[in-house]
């Protein structure tokens, strides 16, 4: 691959990463106080869920910048 082609990738990557993981730790903020506000009601848990799931996204989107980084350098 050429190296700014790797270069692009890992900056898209790690930087969509690192915002969409911010993102999802918000989203998680936001449930934990749905749930202190009314915890009877079952919105905070489809809240947590959304959140976990762009918490790991965000992890996969930045490891695999890490992996481009690597790359980048083994070039």
Known sequence: M?????????LIYAITGLVVFGFGISLTGEAIIMKMLQPESLGWVAYGTL???VVNSGLCLFGQGVI???KMEMN
């Not at 050429?2 to 890992?10: A, G, P």
């Open 68 to 70: 481009y980084r690597v």
């Open 2 to 10: 050429h190296m700014s082609n790797l270069r692009n990738k890992w």
């Open 51 to 53: 959140a976990l799931i």
